[in-house]
């Protein structure tokens, strides 16, 4: 009897647990993305601030990053309509660093 209670238990946590998953995602219209910064800003931040917070965040060193970006444009890398060329770059390098999923580039 007891291991039935507790699969009755079990299954009604799980179902309560879907239920505000569900409600959570339709209903809970919080903003996700709320930096003060754009990502060309926060770019613009890391440039110009300490060497090895860009190490950090992109893996290599500002000038090998100027140099890399150079050589990219030289080949067809260009600002889109919304992006800099720039700005693309930093977006590759750092899912290239950090390994996080896309959806975690959003931030």
Same mark, same amino acid.
């Given at each position: 009897?007891?291991?039935? !209670?507790?699969?009755?238990?079990?299954?009604?946590?799980?179902?309560? /647990?879907? =239920?505000? @998953? %569900?409600?959570?995602?339709?209903? =809970?219209?919080?903003?996700?993305?709320?930096?003060?910064?754009? &990502?060309?800003?926060? #770019? +613009?931040?890391?440039?110009? &601030?300490?060497?090895?917070? $860009?190490? =950090?965040? *992109? &893996? *290599?060193?500002? %000038?090998?990053?100027?140099?890399?970006?150079?050589? #990219?444009?030289? @080949?067809? #890398? @260009? +600002?889109?309509?919304?992006? /800099?060329?720039?700005? !693309?770059?930093?977006? $590759?390098?750092?899912?290239?660093?950090?390994?996080?999923? !896309?959806? %975690?580039?959003?931030?």
């Amino acid at each position: 009897m007891k291991k039935k !209670q507790a699969a009755v238990i079990a299954i009604a946590l799980a179902a309560a /647990s879907i =239920d505000q @998953h %569900h409600y959570a995602a339709c209903y =809970d219209k919080t903003p996700k993305n709320t930096s003060k910064l754009t &990502g060309q800003q926060w #770019l +613009n931040e890391l440039l110009a &601030g300490h060497p090895r917070r $860009f190490y =950090d965040a *992109m &893996g *290599m060193n500002k %000038h090998v990053f100027q140099a890399l970006l150079r050589e #990219l444009i030289k @080949h067809g #890398l @260009h +600002n889109t309509r919304h992006v /800099s060329a720039k700005e !693309q770059l930093r977006i $590759f390098l750092y899912l290239a660093v950090t390994g996080l999923p !896309q959806r %975690h580039l959003e931030e």
